[in-house]
């Protein structure tokens, strides 16, 4: 049936817009429920049946309150058509997209209902009808016939903020409801506290919003016609907003999209960044944003400050040094927001702003320094004040000095651990809610009732190994997730060896698609914390069915090589799923001491006789130098490729029986670590190069590119001083060099100097083999040409992606298509990104976290008195008013500053005590000179100075540590003689101890008090301070990013940890 519909909108911009549509009607529009009794086509999400009520929101409520809708305890959501296309029009494109991610993620349960094409729901406009209320009438038309087509099995909740509608529509059919969004909270929603704090500060932040003043505070942004044209024309620059971290009152840089200037030839193509000066000019663009600037006249421009900031706040030096001026512009206009969830602090008392009604509007300062204050109502100003607190922008209109927005959840106190952690996991978008109910339930049980067992089918699908080869594991001492195993033994009477690597088999228990899968997706790793650690996958996989512990049968992926026993040429490889049993889970120490045939107990034989115990310790150790042998040789072939051993990592945690980090301690080279290593490599690349060939255009690899020569000045440079060359032309070149530039009088040197080339690298990276050249496949750091990973699939999702191209290219093999549809080229791609951003947001994580326990430890400490404050520090780079230092005993880098903004600098007395006068300083290549009335003092490379580690405090930011020289000898404390990572370890225990008595004491507080910090502990999944898989994780990540190379005054305390295998 053909319908007219006429439609008056108002677009995003304001303008009233006549649509005239022909509209087709249909009896059968799928209703998307469990409970249909009319068979309809009900494709894709459906809501179950066995709730107490769905329910309907209107226009409004969808438009004003999503986020209330967002939350995953909400079920039976049922959106109207007509809702969706009013947030389309009225919101813009970013809320469209969020209403419609919402209805396509399965973990969220909500349909979609058209109902304007269903011939009995749909109503036609009457005249002289408002929009808003034929719109309400149309939602209420909708419910009415969900209750009538699920003949009336299900209570039909329509929830609406006009109050007329309530009056109107509440009695008129049985089995139909019509409720506000409060009443339908405080009655079938009480206990979601979070849900109704939201809604208190969305309704409070849209009353003000009616009660905004009109005066201009800005220029209004132009229309995007207007923009597009201008863009097209060459007339304004399309860009990214940049805000610079330490200047962010006045400095934003535009970074040009190279996509935007393509019709606009030379100007615009050459130029790379656009300086905005000051907050007119960026006219209400957030850091962030999508943003249209057009240039000023070239005599206003002006240039960037290039000296830094002393410390990171803003205040000026008054001899801020300048670059030439630069292309400078104003915003006329923002093509797209990107606002996110910003963690605020809420002003102390003294602060709070106008009082209006009963609500207070407050000046929040974001966490993160490149946003601008934002303005909240709220009722909790005082409850609230120095608390955390996640907020969202709302609008920022022009007649507004600031942007609006309205508070989401506490997080806590600020300066508490858990408040700062929260805070550290929201400003980097990581969101670790504990396992949902359903998505536990897709698992498999292993319980002591119901114990796991091998599954028949399995034993007759996969190649069993387990009679035929003996299986081991080696992992660090205490390791309880165990995802690789690995195998040897000879062949065909000794002219060939099979080496085997086995990893758990997790997309055997994680089908592709299923809730757990797009969790761990959406999560992409593991993420390790200096105190805790997100699984990405649940524990019933990642510490037990998917953990190859000794003495148990498991479903592996294997990669099994037959190689000439001699010339060790590899003659096969055979990939496939595997049945596996280890017979041994060895620690390093333990194998190790195996191979040096030392008298060591093995705990699996301590039941067998003499007589059968030392025949199969023989077995074992024969294996393991079997083993080692092939590694040796794998490891030299790659080093002939020109294999980069950069800064290892020299530490080991000691664990005690609880699995607590007793000690750190610095780990023995033990040649057995890396033969492990050497084979994960090895499987990793086998298996590159098998889903490339298989799938030359989707298949997902690793790789790293070189790093540009240009990043490596201060590498060369420095070893100079010291008079080394490094050869930085190729990566054999530049592992040859480092590995020649050492000093015997000081370890320190060649660490700090591959701590630079490390600085140096870009970053290794996941991509789709459609998306790159076969040239870019190249790993650097490894010297491979094909790399991926496979061997942690328990908490990576790039390897469960591989080990599901791996199976799809077995079965091709085979002759079987593939059960599921593989990601096209675009869609990997995409994932890859995905993945990309989510293992820098680790990595930004991880760094945020030590640097708060770094703070945390030494704020508890008088840094006058107290010895572990002092600490010995080496100079690994020379600046404009300071130095670079390294502090060993705790893994602190930072600057340590020569002259202060008084005009003071440091020079040094008879005994090297250090003090300040008035003086000058000056800068050389290799060394730094202070000069004052009593004569010249100066600072070279390398050398040793002691340094007072002190803690910089912000109430709004992250608190920093400050350097102060104090003698420009080398520090020689009592406890010189002890690892250098002791202090480390001290550091964590004594951190989480004080924080753990702190949030007693806090407990204690809120039962006398108000409620303040119930979601205190929601992320937390793992209380178990891991040191050590931060320590493992650490090692495999990838290299710094190119950004800090470029900031060397980013504390970059954990650098010295970094292994570079870059794997
Ligand atoms: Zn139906």
């Known amino acids: 049936m053909l319908k007219q519909l006429i439609l008056h909108l108002k677009s995003c911009r304001g303008r009233k817009v006549r649509v005239v549509r022909e ?61 969706c296309q009013a947030v389309q029009h009225s919101k813009g494109r970013r809320q469209y997209n969020r209403l419609r991610n919402l209805l396509k993620d399965p973990r969220h349960d909500c349909v979609l209902f058209a109902n304007e094409f269903q011939e009995y729901s749909y109503c036609p406009r009457e005249k002289g009808e408002s929009q808003e209320k034929w719109q309400t009438r ?9 209750h009538n087509h699920l003949a009336g099995m299900m209570d039909i909740v329509m929830i609406t903020e006009d109050q007329d509608a309530v009056a109107q529509f509440s009695s008129l059919s049985s089995g139909v409801y ?52 201008g863009i097209k024309s060459g007339r304004y620059i399309q860009g990214v907003l940049n805000v610079n971290k330490h200047r962010a009152q006045q400095e934003a840089l535009i970074t040009t999209q190279a996509s935007s200037n393509k019709n606009t030839g030379t100007f615009t193509a050459a130029l790379r960044d656009v300086l905005v000066y000051g907050g007119k000019n960026r006219n209400r663009a957030v850091h962030g944003d999508v943003v249209v600037v057009e240039l000023l006249p070239k005599s206003e421009w002006r240039g960037k400050v290039t000296s830094l900031t002393e410390r990171q706040g803003d205040e000026k030096t008054g001899e801020d040094e300048k670059s030439k001026p630069m292309p400078t512009g104003y915003v006329v206009g923002i093509l797209q927001r990107n606002w996110r969830d910003y963690v605020v602090t809420f002003p102390p008392r003294e602060a709070t702003q106008s009082q209006s009604r009963n609500s207070q509007r407050i000046l929040a300062i974001p966490w993160d320094p490149r946003i601008p204050k934002i303005r909240i109502s709220t009722q909790q100003a005082d409850a609230l004040q120095d ?56 698992m498999p049980v292993n319980s002591p009732e119901k114990p796991w067992k091998v599954h028949p089918s399995q034993v007759a699908s996969r190649r069993d190994l387990r009679g035929t080869h003996l299986v081991f594991s080696i992992d660090p001492r205490g390791c309880e997730d165990v995802d690789d195993t690995l195998s040897v033994r000879t062949l065909d009477g000794g ?92 620690h390093y120490e333990l194998a190790q001491a195996l191979l040096n045939r030392e008298d060591t107990e093995v705990p699996e ?44 990592v020299e530490v080991r945690a000691q664990l005690d029986a609880e699995k607590n980090i007793t000690a750190l301690v610095p780990r023995q080279p033990l040649e057995v670590h890396e033969t492990v290593a050497e084979c994960m490599i090895y499987a990793n690349h086998w298996v590159a190069r098998k889903i490339q060939k298989t799938f030359p255009h989707q298949a997902l690899l690793r790789h790293h590119p070189p790093p540009r020569q240009e990043f490596f000045s201060q590498l060369v440079d420095s070893a100079k001083a010291r008079g080394f060359t490094i050869n930085t032309s190729s990566n054999k070149a530049l592992a040859d060099s480092l590995d020649r530039a050492v000093d015997p009088e000081d370890p320190l040197v060649n660490r700090m100097l591959r701590m630079m080339a490390t600085q140096a690298m870009s970053q290794a ?40 191209l791996l199976t799809a290219a077995v079965d091709l093999d085979k002759g079987l298509s593939p059960a599921v549809a593989l990601a096209t080229n675009k869609e990997l791609e995409e994932t890859t990104q995905h993945i990309n951003n989510k293992n820098r947001a680790a990595q930004r994580a991880q760094k945020l976290s030590i640097e708060l326990f770094q703070c945390l430890y030494f704020k508890e400490r008088d840094p006058q008195t107290d010895p572990s404050c002092v600490a010995d520090a080496a100079i690994y780079a020379i600046r404009d008013n300071g130095v670079l230092v390294f502090v060993p005993q705790y893994g602190v880098k930072g600057p340590v500053y020569l002259k202060n903004r008084d005009g003071e600098v440091v020079t040094v007395g008879q005994d090297g005590r250090c003090e300040w006068k008035t003086g000058s300083v000056k800068r050389y290549s290799e060394h730094i000179s202070t000069t004052c009335s009593s004569g010249t003092s100066t600072f070279t490379l390398f050398d040793h100075i002691t340094v007072r580690i002190s803690v910089q405090p912000s109430r709004c930011h992250a608190d920093s540590l400050n350097l102060e020289i104090i003698s420009n000898k080398p520090h020689k404390s009592a406890e010189s003689q002890q690892p250098h990572s002791q202090g480390r370890s001290q550091l964590v225990q004594e951190v989480v101890r004080q924080a753990e008595e702190a949030s007693q004491q806090a407990q204690e507080r809120a039962s006398r008090g108000p409620r303040l910090s119930k979601e205190e502990r929601e992320f937390c999944q793992s209380k178990t301070p891991n040191l050590y898989s931060l320590l493992e994780e650490i090692r495999e990540l990838a290299l710094m990013d190119v950004g800090a190379a470029a900031n060397v005054f980013n504390m970059n305390i954990y650098a010295h940890l970094n292994n570079n295998h870059c794997t």
């Open 605 to 648: 034989l301590a039941p067998l006789s003499p007589e059968e115990k030392d025949a199969k310790l023989a077995e074992l150790t024969q294996a393991l130098e079997m083993l080692t042998h092939v590694a040796r040789h794998l490891r030299a072939q790659r080093d002939r490729g020109g294999a980069l051993e950069l800064e290892g």
């Open 765 to 804: 990276l996941y991509f789709s083999t459609g998306a790159q050249s076969q040239e870019q496949y190249y790993h650097y750091g490894l010297a491979l040409d094909h790399y991926t990973h496979f061997t942690s699939p328990i908490r990576r999702y790039a390897d469960m992606i591989v080990h599901r």
């Open 178 to 229: 019509v409720v506000s969004v409060q009443d339908y909270l405080s009655n079938f929603w009480m206990e979601l506290h979070a849900a109704h704090e939201l809604y208190n500060s969305i309704s409070q932040a849209l009353e003000e919003k009616e009660s905004e003043g009109t005066e201009k505070e800005y220029t209004e942004h132009l229309p995007s016609e207007i923009l597009e044209a």
């Open 495 to 586: 002219k060939l060896l099979e080496l085997g690597v086995h990893i758990a088999d997790v997309t055997h228990f994680v089908p592709e698609g299923s809730l757990t899968d797009l969790e761990a997706r959406s999560r992409a790793t593991t993420y390790y914390l200096a105190d805790r650690r997100y699984d990405m996958l649940p524990a019933v996989l990642s510490a037990d069915l998917c953990s190859l512990l000794g003495g148990v049968d498991r479903y592996a992926m294997s990669v099994l090589w037959e190689l000439d026993a001699h010339t060790l040429e590899v003659t096969k490889v055979w990939y496939g799923r595997t049945l596996i049993r280890s017979s041994y889970q060895l």
């Open 23 to 83: 509209h087709y009607v249909r009896e059968r529009v799928p209703c998307f429920s469990a409970l249909c009794q009319a068979d309809c086509d009900n494709d894709g999400k459906v809501l179950p049946g066995d709730l107490t009520h769905y329910v309907v929101p209107d226009v409004g409520v969808v438009v004003d309150y999503l986020e209330i809708l967002e939350f995953r305890e909400l079920q039976g959501i049922v959106f109207t058509q007509t809702a």
């Open 387 to 442: 608390h955390r607190v996640v907020v969202r922008i709302d609008s920022w209109e022009s007649t507004s000095l600031y942007p609006n927005g309205h508070s989401v959840r506490v997080l806590g106190r600020a300066g508490e651990l858990e408040t700062e952690i929260q805070t550290i996991l929201i400003e980097n978008f990581i969101h670790v809610p504990p396992f949902s109910e359903a998505q536990l339930k897709e």
């Open 138 to 146: 149309c939602v209420y038309s909708a419910a009415v016939w969900y």
